[in-house]
């Protein structure tokens, strides 16, 4: 699992909840009316800009931001030179075996075009083009948390002049403002924290793990190439950390990638 994602949330409702009780009371800040017209909107604009089905896995998308990343560049690293080394003692066709017990559908595609003698630019392109695509449909799950964050104090302030509309027509009873007035603003709160506090970061979130998975992707390409090209190990280790900041390599040195 993912702690920075539970640990932000869990310190995020302790700092709301004790902020509010400092000066207040919780009760203050729950309000049906708010509750409703801010996700019970954001709700129904969301499902007009998108197909419903779209809308489901984008809230689906949410539980990602938990999961620890299954691909981590440095050991990708150790994990290619080690083909890269069966290949040179044994021969490409002794990394279909190996490729068996891959889990990561990406790789052991590359391995299997690779140990089928498919055309090292023909698997580039195939390769390419399935990142690619990888690329978009990740970025419909960056779109949808996006579209939150913009719609959700949109909908706040939506429900900010609902009720200011009504105050303004209770104003002859002065006695009912104070209140009217808090029950206004409540829904523009409700639509900042839904929009800072989880949409923006969920997408920011989504965005970091689609970098780190496409970076292990363009790794693997050229690392699976240059295996093919029977390339030396040592090459291959040199010219994938060129892909890593330098803390990265130094992991990658103390892992013993060779």
Request: zero cysteines.
């Given at each position: 699992?993912?702690?920075?994602?539970?640990?932000?949330?869990?310190?995020?409702?302790?700092?709301?909840?004790?902020?509010?009780?400092?000066?207040?009371?919780?009760?203050?800040?729950?309000?049906?009316?708010?509750?409703?017209?801010?996700?019970?909107?954001?709700?129904?604009?969301?499902?007009?800009?998108?197909?419903?089905?779209?809308?489901?896995?984008?809230?689906?998308?949410?539980?990602?931001?938990?999961?620890?990343?299954t691909?981590?560049?440095?050991?990708?690293?150790?994990?290619?030179?080690?083909?890269?080394?069966?290949?040179r003692?044994?021969?490409?066709?002794?990394?279909?075996?190996?490729?068996?017990?891959?889990?990561?559908?990406?790789?052991?595609?590359?391995?299997?075009?690779?140990?089928?003698?498919?055309?090292?630019?023909?698997?580039r392109?195939?390769?390419?083009?399935?990142?690619?695509?990888m690329?978009?449909?990740?970025?419909?799950k960056?779109?949808?948390?996006?579209?939150v964050?913009?719609?959700?104090?949109?909908?706040?302030?939506?429900?900010?002049?609902?009720?200011?509309?009504?105050?303004?027509?209770?104003?002859?009873?002065?006695?009912?403002?104070?209140?009217?007035?808090?029950?206004?603003?409540?829904?523009?709160f409700?639509?900042?924290?839904?929009?800072?506090?989880?949409?923006?970061?969920?997408?920011?979130?989504?965005?970091?793990?689609?970098?780190?998975?496409?970076?292990?992707?363009?790794?693997?390409?050229?690392?699976?190439?240059?295996?093919?090209?029977?390339?030396?190990?040592?090459?291959?280790?040199?010219?994938?950390?060129?892909?890593?900041?330098?803390?990265?390599?130094?992991?990658?040195?103390?892992?013993?990638?060779?």
């Amino acid at each position: 699992m993912d702690k920075g994602a539970p640990i932000g949330l869990v310190l995020g409702v302790i700092f709301i909840v004790i902020s509010i009780l400092l000066e207040g009371e919780i009760g203050s800040f729950i309000n049906a009316a708010s509750i409703m017209i801010v996700f019970g909107g954001l709700f129904a604009a969301l499902i007009i800009s998108f197909p419903l089905e779209k809308v489901i896995e984008g809230f689906k998308a949410m539980g990602l931001i938990f999961k620890e990343s299954t691909i981590q560049p440095s050991n990708l690293i150790i994990e290619i030179n080690d083909l890269a080394q069966a290949a040179r003692r044994e021969g490409l066709l002794v990394l279909e075996e190996k490729a068996q017990s891959m889990e990561d559908p990406f790789l052991k595609k590359g391995i299997m075009l690779m140990v089928d003698g498919t055309d090292p630019e023909l698997i580039r392109d195939i390769l390419e083009t399935e990142l690619s695509f990888m690329q978009d449909r990740h970025q419909e799950k960056h779109s949808f948390w996006e579209t939150v964050a913009d719609y959700g104090p949109a909908w706040g302030m939506i429900g900010t002049l609902i009720g200011l509309v009504n105050m303004l027509g209770a104003l002859t009873d002065p006695s009912t403002l104070g209140p009217k007035m808090a029950v206004a603003l409540i829904t523009t709160f409700y639509g900042s924290v839904l929009a800072n506090f989880l949409a923006t970061p969920t997408s920011n979130k989504l965005k970091a793990k689609t970098a780190t998975e496409v970076l292990a992707r363009q790794m693997m390409i050229e690392g699976l190439l240059s295996i093919q090209a029977g390339e030396n190990p040592r090459v291959i280790e040199e010219k994938l950390k060129a892909f890593l900041d330098p803390a990265s390599r130094e992991t990658v040195a103390e892992g013993g990638g060779e």
